[in-house]
């Protein structure tokens, strides 16, 4: 079968989810047999999001293939259950060195370098590689920014040009938003009708329109919108707030969005879509009625965004242990010796945040003390794991002044420091230690019981690591390095065998997570916490 290629683009103003609208509609086609990517473009022009702080666009998502990604690839991993690689997210940044570096081989042969043909060819040539070789039945792709942004132009040119191109392989997916002016008990559809407008003007005609509200729209709203918008009224569809993300694809269903873009592409509604795993899950979410308390402890948490992944993954593995998930951000800025009793005693569990720098960490190591003496189930992550080990340096090695040369370059118990392999690297962008490794386990961990195996691949995000200097200080002490990478020897997970659950990794499992198949260290970990109850 050709490739058939579907662009959701978004207007009247951004975060209205083209990321989730596009990861739904991946899993209903998927759903009906169909292989299916989701791609993201963004606008912005770092080369990708990796020396981004989270305040900026949320949480940054790593690739099996190591590549620092926008937060949008994990929703469209966890609904698609299909790991994604660098081709899946491009920046403006990475289109305008491509094409430089062609300019400067002198690819061009002598031609003035411009947006059009030169840059567009460069965006066309990314899309159309993930359709390729017949990976792929559909290449979804998504636009960031909106309408009307200057930066989106070059982007919706190349719509536009593989549009004309491709014909009927070709769908374009519009999402707007309705806004309820309250005072006057109105829905409002004229925001929607200047945004297609816009996208008009650049030469697009989009074939279905996606409104996000916080209201039902009435059949004759939606065929007023089709009426200005040129669209088929069946093809105007609501998004109404639903109050989980994961029911938008049974959502998007009952509005029959899969069966419109494969009625527009040319091919044939074979029955209904396959979404029993998916409903199973959303019926044991639906159906839990006793919760889990679990503490986030990280310094971001003010911005829900930038821990996405991991909010994801507790909220998974609550769900597939048939628990609501009670969720509390404890700003490790704030937490000290004076309230962490206050803050920490009724919590089922204990989530050491990963991240960067000197700030909030002294918090970290307040609440792992509490969570260890009191034997609290605790999980670290990645910086979490760094500092389970440097808080138990200093408490139980008697190491007072144990650091990882990443906060103090000088410390003279460097129990977490830099790898060898970074020591030269000055470059920030892409440098780190990223993707997935192997990892073997003990087999009598924790970690080897829940995986189920003592050979893993996780994947990484980090440029420090355990010492193996101190691993027969620690193992003596009562921690145990019970995973590290066959080859190197660098150490992955640790663990306090004398406590309940008390489990380190360096790496960041909350990246392999997904709706149909929970991160099994997560749900462990959530299991521990229930069962602490
Ligand atoms: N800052 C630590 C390192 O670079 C941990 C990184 C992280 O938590 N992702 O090793």
């Known amino acids: 079968m050709e490739t058939k290629y579907i662009f959701v ?102 031609k003035t370098v411009q947006i059009i043909p030169h840059i567009t060819d460069e965006i066309k040539r990314n899309i159309k590689s993930l359709g390729s070789k017949n990976q792929f039945d559909f290449v979804i792709t998504e636009i960031g920014g909106t309408v009307g942004d200057i930066e989106s132009l070059p982007y919706l040119e190349s719509v536009r040009q593989l549009r004309w191109e491709m014909g009927k392989n070709c769908v374009c997916i519009h999402l707007t938003y309705v806004p309820y002016i ?13 945004s297609v407008k816009q996208l008009q003007e650049v030469g697009i005609q989009p074939d279905i329109l996606v409104l996000r509200t916080e209201h039902d729209l009435s059949l004759n709203l939606r065929k007023k919108v089709a009426l200005f918008c040129n669209v088929d009224p069946a093809a105007v569809i609501q998004s109404i707030d639903v109050p989980s993300i994961y ?38 979410m639906k159906n839990a009625t006793e919760t889990v308390r ?21 909220f998974q593995a609550a769900t597939y242990n048939d628990r609501k998930l009670d969720l509390q951000y404890i700003h490790s800025e704030k937490l000290n010796s004076g309230n962490v009793e206050q803050m920490l005693s009724s919590l089922d569990g204990v989530l050491i945040a990963p991240g960067f720098g000197q700030r909030g960490i002294e918090g970290k190591f307040v609440a792992l003390k509490y969570a260890r003496e009191h034997d609290i189930p605790t999980f670290g992550v990645c910086l979490g794991m760094q500092c389970m080990v440097i808080e138990y340096a200093r408490d139980v090695l008697g190491l007072a002044d144990a650091n ?3 906060m103090d370059v000088t410390t003279k118990h460097n129990v977490i420091d830099l790898m060898e392999e970074q020591k030269s690297i000055t470059n920030m962008g892409g440098t780190m230690r990223l993707g997935a490794y192997d990892c073997t386990l003990v087999e009598d961990s924790i970690a080897a019981k829940a995986y189920g195996t003592t050979h893993i691949r996780e994947r990484h995000r980090h440029r420090f690591e355990f010492n193996n200097e101190y691993r027969q200080a620690f193992e003596e002490a009562g921690m145990r390095c019970v995973g ?34 929970p991160n099994p260290l997560f749900v462990d970990f959530i299991k521990a916490a229930i069962s602490k109850k």
Not at 46 to 63: A, F, Q, S
Not at 74 to 91: D, L, Q, S, V
Not at 248 to 276: A, F, R, S, W, Y
Not at 503 to 508: E, F, K, L, R
């Open 294 to 314: 679990i503490g986030l402890v990280g310094k971001y948490v003010e911005l829900p965004d930038a821990y996405k992944s991991i909010n994801e993954s507790l």
């Open 404 to 406: 990882s040369t990443e």
């Open 182 to 194: 309250a005072a006057a008990k109105e829905l409002k559809t004229k925001p929607t009708q200047h």
């Open 484 to 517: 590290e990478n066959p080859e190197t020897h660098l150490v992955e997970v640790v663990e306090v065998p004398s406590l309940r659950w008390y489990v380190g990794v360096q790496y960041h499992p909350e990246y392999n997570s997904t709706v149909l198949n």
């Open 247 to 284: 029911e938008v694809p049974l959502k998007m269903h009952q509005q029959h969005l899969d069966e419109i873009v494969l009625t527009k592409t040319g091919l044939p509604i074979n029955g209904e879509p396959h979404l029993e795993p998916w409903m199973n899950f959303l019926h044991r």
């Open 9 to 110: 683009t978004g207007g009247v103003t951004s975060s209205l989810g083209k990321g989730i609208i596009s990861a739904s509609l991946a899993r209903l086609l998927l759903a009906r047999g169909y292989k299916v990517t989701i791609q993201k473009f963004d606008p912005y022009i770092n080369i990708d999001p990796g020396t981004l702080n989270p305040y900026e666009h949320g949480e940054c998502y790593v690739t099996v293939d190591g590549h620092e990604a926008d937060l949008d690839l994990g929703h469209y991993e966890r609904f698609t259950n299909t790991p994604t690689t660098r081709a899946n997210n491009i920046t403006t940044g990475r289109i305008y060195q491509n094409v430089i570096d062609k300019e400067r081989r002198g690819d061009y042969l002598g």
